[in-house]
């Protein structure tokens, strides 16, 4: 499968978890990957195993939270590649909790490293982007829970996102950029942390998922990632698609 071959990719907090699927079924389509993360040693690894399986990688060292270290990422990214043809704005620090246990601290962090970082990347890469761009940004089926005890900051924090990427999706459309954003349930490790840390919440969540199942990273929200990047979905823009095996009802 080439369906990306010759495209360049950025995409973030891909050190592990979703960004790295990611990561993985991008370079598995033909796409060059730039790995970007906080964790040099994290996204080491995630291009290390990208080339162990014959894809280009770059890796990149970046606080998206740092308005100079989302810029130098980019740079980094055009001047190794020579392009950017891919956007996928993964990386989230996470505010949970009822609201009188959220700190200001923990929602600015989210805040930072969400929609702000989307909002600046997204204007960083539209230059590169321009004539045969596509973003890929990250909301969540919390937000659509009909009890949201518990998850209010974190759902807010994503639905900013979501409007940013649907405002996009219409501003940017006539330049050449599709965007679009994805509300995954994928086996990551903080699915992981949430199975073990909250074994009666997280059991009785995935009850609700029709397939059964948490799904992969890469073979399931990666390699529809891929798809929803490639030209066979060339019209897709503007929406927001739960990729969850059915848990969020979205209508």
Known sequence: MTRLAGKVALVTGAGQGVGQGIAFALAAEGAAVA???RTKSKVDTTIGQISDRGGKALAVECDVKDADSAAACVEAVVAHFGKLNILVNNAQEVALGALNDVSD???I???E???????RLMKLCYPHLKGDGVIVNFGTSAAKRWDV???????????ATRQLTRAAACEWA???IRT????????????????????EESAAFIATVPQGYVGSCEQDVGRFVAT?????CRYINGQSIGVDGGQAFLG
Request: proline share 7%; with cysteine; aromatic share 10%.
């Open 35 to 37: 790995v970007a993360g």
């Open 105 to 107: 601290a923990a929602l």
């Open 109 to 111: 962090a989210g805040w």
């Open 113 to 119: 490293s969400g929609p702000l970082a989307t909002f």
């Open 149 to 159: 005890s518990g998850y209010g900051a974190y759902a807010a924090i994503k639905e």
């Open 174 to 176: 006539r330049d050449g």
């Open 180 to 199: 679009n954003a994805i509300l995954p349930l994928g086996d990551s490790p903080a699915m992981a942390w949430w199975m073990r840390e909250r074994p």
């Open 228 to 232: 929803l990047c490639s030209d066979d």
